[in-house]
């Protein structure tokens, strides 16, 4: 595991820089929190709600995170053409050197930060140029491919896309997708209204935004984040999950399709809120942004956050230190021992018979009362001490007697009173046996593998014990702190590790069990 290291420094300048960009938002701090985290992994935010609920304010709000950022903003139309978002054609070039070119400078090429509204209602042109951007980084402006440095692209609308497969791509290419709706609060609501501060307006010390040479040695920093065995383990959980939700046949109209791509992508996004958190390490609490990744549409949204917490609560640390693969080792071990150690012996003795299934048969010479059969379960409640009302059948199994009782002195026998005085019978037995554990004494090469392969299994035990105990701390300690991440998560990584620090416990207890069973 890698030694996880905090750039305390980093991170502090990222939270100084999200408290100025979220300062005068009310209940749109997560989407911008968001916005600023897909900029930086280079990838896109979908913002899903009515107008007027600040999809806008997010990405003017956006371009002030960077030093020199350059915006562009355009509200899509069915009557919206490439040249009002790429820019228009070049006439001095299309005259003089007959080459198609657009001027890029003040349109969407050309910026850092993009906005685009209601994006469902642009053309093929715009959508098929719009894809190579996404995907690439590259717009192809006349015969020439243009490499673009938009950190950020924002797209929003009032709806989802009709179910139409031309519009599948483009809204793949979403990585984020974020749910707005009005202010919730009474409060935030009484405080929105009567704020008179212009909210597109920031003021950011230089020093906490980014410069272009800044974010290119990011790009690279995020690439070297480690993702630890619990992440990658989270993800292969979850991924499984959402390959047998939509192989049910009743999910046919509630799939979530999910394809490599994005898996990769989230994974960049992982990697970002990381670094930017100052952790050259991912960890659990990150993978909740997964819940932002993976709904289609926002009925899915409680079900994608359902699978995606049980995954981290049951199966994070769980599978990062193979507790499972572990536990099946221990129980190996313990059967191989015990084959060798304890031999199955056969005993011939003496049994009680059962008659009719449920009585012991009384051996009686005499007619002192009637009844001669007893209940099994009433005789074995018996002892030497008490006696107790017993039950007495006869051979038909009809109630004769109701008299007190207790065992007798004799091995299988019982004392019963009747008339004040005590009368003594023998119960009727049978020829039986039983098996026995005889313990042996393993030979010494046998007992020395056997140590090995202990000593080998503590190992790696006491191993996990100390990752969890000593590379873990400064991970917990964070957990609340996620700049990205909602604190009411923090709980669920929490438990899962105490289950498998306890789990570890348990099974160092069961392995040392297994040793004294052969050297005790």
Same mark, same amino acid.
């Given at each position: ?348 003795? /003496? &049994?009680? @018979?059962? +008659?009719?299934?449920? $009585?012991? %048969?009384?051996? !009686? ?114 957990? /609340? &702190?996620? @700049?990205? +991440?909602?604190?009411? $998560?923090? %709980?669920?990584? !929490? ?26």
């Amino acid at each position: 595991m890698q030694i996880l290291t905090i750039d305390a420094q980093l991170r502090e300048r990222v939270r100084e820089l999200l408290s100025g960009l979220c300062n005068g938002l009310y209940e749109r701090e997560e989407a911008m929190k968001l916005a600023l985290l897909t900029a930086l992994a280079g990838e896109s935010i979908f913002l899903l709600g009515p107008p007027g609920v600040g999809k806008s304010l997010i990405a003017r709000r956006l371009k002030h995170a960077f030093r020199d950022g350059i915006s562009f903003e355009y509200l899509m139309s069915k009557f919206s053409t490439p040249d009002e978002v790429f820019g228009p054609v070049s006439i001095k070039k299309l005259k003089e050197e007959d080459r198609y070119e657009r001027l890029t400078e003040r349109y969407l090429p050309g910026a850092n930060v993009v906005f685009l509204d209601e994006i469902w209602k642009a053309g093929p042109a715009i959508q098929n140029a719009l894809l190579t951007i996404l995907n690439e980084k590259i717009y192809r402006n006349g015969d020439q491919d243009l490499r673009v440095n938009i950190r950020g692209i924002i797209t929003a609308s009032n709806e989802l896309p009709s179910r139409n497969a031309s519009l599948d791509p483009i809204w793949d290419r979403f990585l984020l997708r974020l749910e707005l709706g009005n202010i919730r609060k009474f409060q935030n609501f009484v405080n929105m209204i009567v704020d008179t501060e212009d909210v597109y307006q920031v003021e950011l010390p230089a020093e906490v935004q980014f410069s272009e040479a800044e974010l290119v040695q990011f790009d690279a920093a995020i690439n070297a984040v480690d993702v630890p065995a619990e992440v990658l383990n989270t993800i292969q959980v979850l991924k499984l999950r959402i390959d047998e939700h939509n192989a049910r046949p009743n999910n046919q109209d509630q799939q979530i399709p999910i394809h490599d791509r994005r898996w990769k992508k989230i994974v960049r996004l992982l990697r970002t809120s990381a670094f930017l958190n100052g952790r050259n390490r991912v960890d659990l609490m990150d993978c909740f942004l997964m819940i932002h990744c993976l709904w289609s549409r926002p009925d899915q949204k409680d079900l994608i956050e359902e699978m995606v917490t049980d995954a981290i609560r049951r199966h994070g640390y769980t599978m990062a230190v193979n507790l499972n693969l572990l536990k099946r080792e221990v129980e190996d071990f313990e059967k191989d021992v015990n084959e060798e150690i304890r031999v199955k012996h056969t005993v011939a003795e /003496e &049994q009680l @018979l059962v +008659v009719q299934e449920d $009585y012991y %048969e009384l051996i !009686k010479e005499d007619q002192q009362f009637e009844g001669f059969l007893v209940p099994v379960k009433q005789f074995r409640q018996l002892n030497l001490e008490d006696t107790h009302v017993i039950n007495f059948f006869d051979a038909k199994g009809n109630l004769v007697n109701r008299l007190r009782a207790k065992q007798g002195l004799g091995t299988f026998s019982i004392e019963v009173l009747h008339n004040d005085r005590s009368h003594t019978y023998s119960l009727r037995t049978k020829k039986g046996e039983r098996q026995e554990i005889i313990f042996k004494k393993p030979h010494p090469v046998l007992q020395k593998y056997w140590e090995e392969r202990f000593e080998q299994i503590r190992s790696y035990v006491r191993k996990q014990e100390e990752n969890l105990r000593n590379n873990l701390p400064e991970e917990l300690e964070f957990l /609340e &702190q996620n @700049l990205f +991440v909602e604190a009411r $998560y923090a %709980e669920v990584v !929490k438990s899962n590790l105490r289950e498998v620090q306890e789990a570890l416990q348990k099974v160092g207890l069961g392995l040392e069990k297994v040793q004294f069973s052969y050297v005790g």
